[in-house]
Every structure is written in structure tokens, then in C-alpha cells.
């Protein structure tokens, strides 16, 4: 006892405490400014090792030595009476609440400034033509009405700024929504949506929420250097801003796959969504669980999304195919890639049927398309996570292989799912076959779930269009221009008030709304038609800027329009093209006219529907030059 009584007197236990907070700053500030200047990790290790040693020599320093009004000296040579160590007590006590202070401040404005503040956040990745700018007007799908039990998984914050820091953040931020997409209880937000918040000036918390049509956000940031790994999340709920749940992650990046799993289970607990085993094992399988493969995987996405809308398309699938490949080395089972992989290969055939002799794609690799094209959808029927993601496969793959008969059994299997996204194909298969009203719950959940991706309001509002509710066809598109606007969306925008009849709407719309001057040519050829302006036409094809025969308006204006025998020519020339008899099915549902060729100019695609028993032609709408 009278030697923990020496301690004291002699101060060494306020001395060892002092040096505790003070080495503790400054490991914290050092760490914080080695990671941003990108310092080796042996720097910091070596650091906090220098400290440790220093611990027991400042201790011992503290017994041996005592200041005096004279300086330091050995404490044997101090006269105890007039020993001043009570007064240096109090002023290493002054020096252990200021250490204290700075170190909860720091530790706060880590947990809870830093790690979610936006002016922090990296510049956000350019992004497609799909995605709005973030000062778009509120989408009235994501309002008060929205799910008690819905979140939006906001892209985890990249702290550091290593090569691919960003890429991993978004991976893992990723995996965690696929993890929670897992649970059918939840409605979560989509990766195209949600990743519009990602850059600097985002919205408030409450905003971000009501823009996405859910309660709760999810928020969060990664730290690397090196092998260790620091990650913050917090689940927030939308309308008061109170977290209900927060966490810190200190391990290493070998534990990535551990931390998700735990982030996600604990973000679906608060939500009070219930883990069975079944449940908390759909969540385990989801994603990639390889930290390679999900960087990869990023890294094509951004490829992907860039391809559609924002840089020209083959050069783009065909930089996403690459980083494919790397995800199909590392994780083969993992099926959501080939359906991306199998894009490219689609767009390559496309091109070269629609094109005919003006393709300059290489023979070699537009021969090689067609079976690369199967083989990604066969990969992705074989490793579906489950029989719903199975169901939707094969109804890719079927349409893909040209095996239609029972496609429209397939196509009603796969409305009966009750999911976030809709595959590949099926917009185009189930549209034609009368599918359109049984189709619209299932476009419609996908909008909820990704409100801020233009395809999903283009798809609806398709939709309600083949149903011929006109009316809803023309609000949707609208709404949709204010939320999500993108050049599908335009076109269709101006098609529904086409369509209705509202010309002097269209118009306007066509004038101030429509940026592509190839929709905007396309729109006055389907308004004239429409109109059964046949002069009207003439001049409208007359303007054309570009050639229709080298793309699939061709087929359409001439089917619009009454030239039934031009539509037959090119019916003809697409029908002889190994990938014709597809092509003149998606002629077909984008021009919404019922037959937009005779099937006896085209037979490979008559025999095709014949075998099948399809119900054929689709129905159509009132074309005043079309007598066919």
C-alpha cells in the first residue's frame, strides 16, 4: 500500500494516464494523416510500437526524477518539505482533461462528421444517361406512403484514396444490398438508384429518402491501408434522423466478407425482420464473398452503365466484358454476371442484322456472338440462387435459343415472381403476347424499388401503352421526365401523347423535351403517320439525318407509314440473317402496330411462329396508312 501511495505522490500514475490520451492523439491524428498521404502501413505500426516501448520509460522517468522550482532532479535530492508535487499534480491533471477532450472530440468527429460528412465524400463517378442529376424534383413514388420496412443502401464512403479504395467501397456496399434484397419482407432500393447519391452535395437524409419511396437509409464508410480495414455503418430512419442502429469495424481486409454479413444482419434485426435459417442463409449465398471478384465487378458496372448512355456502346460492353471475365474466373457460380456478359454479344448481332451491308463489325466475332450469347444465358439458368431466378433465366435463355414454344407459359411463371428487376428479355417477350396488363404489377415494383433509373418508368409506361390505357401511359412517362429523365424516356414520353391523340402536347414535347435529334426525326415520322399525313411523312423522311434501312426504323416507318413493300424488303433481309428471326421480334414490339410485315417475306420467322402456337400478330392500334 505505501508504495501505490509513492506512485501517487510522486505522480507517476497522472504521468503514465497523461501519456496514454496524448500517445493515443497522436497515433489517431497520425493514422488519419498517413492514410491521406498514402504512407506505407510499417509507418504507423512503427509508430504505435515507439509509443508502447516509450510507456515504461516515462514511468520510470516519473519515479526517479520530480520537477522543482530549480528543474528537474533525482528525486532522492529533494528535500520532501519543500516538495512542490502536489502542485505539479494538479497542473498533469489540467493536462489529462484537455488530452481527454481533444481525444473524445476527435473520436466523434470520426464516428460521426468525418466518416458521412459530404464535403468528404469523393467526387462522384460520371454518371449514365439513365441516372438524374441530384437536384431532380422529388419522384412521387417515394413519398410518406412508402413501407414501414424499406431501406436505401447509400454507397459506403471511400476514406482513403488508394487505385481502387472507391471500387471496394461500392463493392462492399453492394454486397450489402444484395444481402438485404435476399429478404422478401424488405423493399430495397435498388443499386441504380441508390448509387445516384454518391459524390459531394448530396441531399439531407430525409430528402435522399423520399426522392427513393423508403423509411430508412444506410450510410457508411471504408478505411484501407494496407491489410487492415476500418468500416462505419449506421442505419437511419428517414423521418427524425435517428439512428437506429451503428456500428465500427476494426479488422482486416480479410474479414470483409464477416463484416458485410454481420452489417447486413444487423441492419435486418432493427428492421424487425425475422432470421430463420433459411433466410440468414439466402443472405450468406448472395453477392460475390471474394473481394477480387467485387471489385471487378464494379469496375464493369461502371463500364456497363457508361455503355448504355453515355459513351458508345460496344467500345463500352466490351471494357465491362473484360472485368466480367476476371469475376467469372475468381466466382463462377455467381449468376448475375452472364446475364451482363451476355449483353455485349446481343448488342453485336443486333447491330450487324439491323445494319446489313453497311456492318463494319468484324464477321469472325458476330459469328461468334449468337453461341456466346446462349452459353452466358445457360450459365445463368445452371447457377441461379433460386427456383425464382431460375424461372427468369430460362425465360431469357428460351427466347434467346429461339425455343418459343410455351413462351408464353414461361412468361407468365416469371410476372408470378415478386421481384426488384425483370431480366434481360422479358419487357420484349411478354408485350406482344398480350401479357401487357399482367405485366404492369411487376414494372411497377421494379419502379419501386429503383424510382431513379429511367428504364424502369420507360417500362411502365410501355406497358400501360400495349394495355392501351393511354391516359396512364402519358402520366407515367410525365412523371417519370421529372424524376429520371433519359432517351428512352423521351421517346416514349412523346409516343404516349402520340398515341392519344394529344399531337399539340406532342409537339411541345418533341420542340423542348427530346434531346436526340434521331428521336426527335423518328417522333415527326410516327406523328404524321399517326395523323395519316402521307405528305406529312414524305417530308419527314425527307429530313431524316440519318439512314433508317441501318437500323430497325427502318421496319417501323415503313410499317407506320403504309409502304408495305419496303416493309417487306427489309422483313426479308433481317428474316435471312442467322439472328433474324429475333430481330423482327423486337421490330415488331417496338412498333406496336400488330404485323409490321406480311410473314411470307420473312419464313425462317413465320416457321418459328408457327411451331411455336404463339397467338400472332400482336394486337394493334389505329394507323390511318397502314391497311395491313
Partial sequence: MSFFNELQRRNVVRVGVAYTLI???????????????????????????????GLPLVLVFAWIYEM????????????????????????????????????????????????????????????????????SAPSAVADSSAPDKSVAVLPFVAMSDGPDDEFFADGLTEEILNSLAQLPELLVTARTSAFVFKGDDLPPIPEI???????????????????RLRVTAQLIRA???????????????????????????????????????????????????????????????????????????LVGLRTANQYFDKVVERAPQFAQVYGLRADLYVHLMNEDVFAGPASTLDDEEVLA???????????????????????????????????WRGLRTRGERALAIDRCDDGNWMTTVVNPLGLAADYLPRAERVLACDPLRSISWFNVARANLWAGNY????????????????????WIYGRT?????????????????????????????????????????????????????????????SAWSGRREDANRLAARYDAHPWGQWALWQATHWCACGHPFDLEAAPNFARAIEESGLPWPPASRDYPLKDW
Fill in 209 to 227: 429518402a423520399e426522392r427513393l419511396g423508403v423509411q430508412h437509409v444506410v450510410e457508411g464508410s471504408v478505411r484501407r491501408s494496407g491489410e
Fill in 497 to 557: 401523347l402520340i398515341e392519344s391523340g394529344r399531337f399539340d402536347e406532342a409537339e411541345v414535347v418533341i420542340d423542348t423535351q427530346v434531346r436526340s435529334t434521331e428521336w426527335v426525326e423518328a417522333l415527326r415520322v410516327l406523328m404524321a403517320a399517326k395523323r395519316g399525313d402521307a405528305a406529312g411523312v414524305e417530308e419527314a423522311l425527307g429530313a431524316l439525318s440519318f439512314d433508317p434501312d441501318t437500323q430497325i426504323f427502318g421496319v417501323l416507318f
Fill in 369 to 403: 456472338a449468337y453461341p456466346a450469347a446462349v452459353e452466358n444465358y445457360e450459365a445463368a439458368v445452371r447457377y441461379a440462387q433460386d427456383r425464382d431466378d431460375q424461372v427468369q433465366a430460362e425465360l431469357d435463355l428460351a427466347f434467346t435459343q429461339g425455343s
Fill in 68 to 135: 522543482t522550482p530549480e528543474g528537474l532532479k533525482r528525486e532522492q535530492d529533494v528535500d520532501r518539505t519543500t516538495s512542490i508535487t502536489p502542485h505539479t499534480g494538479r497542473r498533469i491533471d489540467r493536462v489529462i482533461i484537455g488530452a481527454l477532450v481533444i481525444a473524445l472530440g476527435f473520436f466523434a468527429a470520426d464516428k460521426y462528421l468525418w466518416r458521412s460528412s459530404p464535403a468528404d465524400m469523393p467526387e462522384a463517378a460520371p454518371a449514365a444517361e439513365t441516372a438524374p442529376a441530384p437536384d
Fill in 471 to 490: 391516359d396512364e401511359a402519358v402520366r407515367v412517362a410525365q412523371e417519370g421526365m421529372e424524376v429520371a429523365r433519359g432517351g428512352w424516356l423521351e
Fill in 239 to 313: 423521418n427524425d434522423g435517428f439512428h437506429l442502429w451503428s456500428e465500427n469495424y476494426d479488422s482486416t481486409e480479410a474479414d470483409t466478407i464477416q463484416v458485410q454479413e454481420n452489417i447486413a444482419e444487423k441492419i435486418a434485426v432493427s428492421l424487425d425482420v425475422v432470421l430463420d435459417e433459411e433466410k440468414s442463409e439466402a443472405m450468406r449465398k448472395a453477392g460475390l464473398r471474394d473481394i477480387e471478384a467485387f471489385m471487378a465487378y464494379q469496375k464493369g458496372l461502371q463500364q456497363f452503365d457508361a455503355a448504355h448512355g453515355e459513351i458508345e456502346m
Fill in 23 to 53: 500517445a493515443w492523439v497522436i497515433a489517431q491524428v497520425a493514422e488519419f494523416a498517413f492514410e491521406n498521404f498514402g504512407a506505407p502501413e510499417w509507418v504507423i505500426k512503427s509508430l504505435v510500437v515507439l509509443m508502447l516501448l
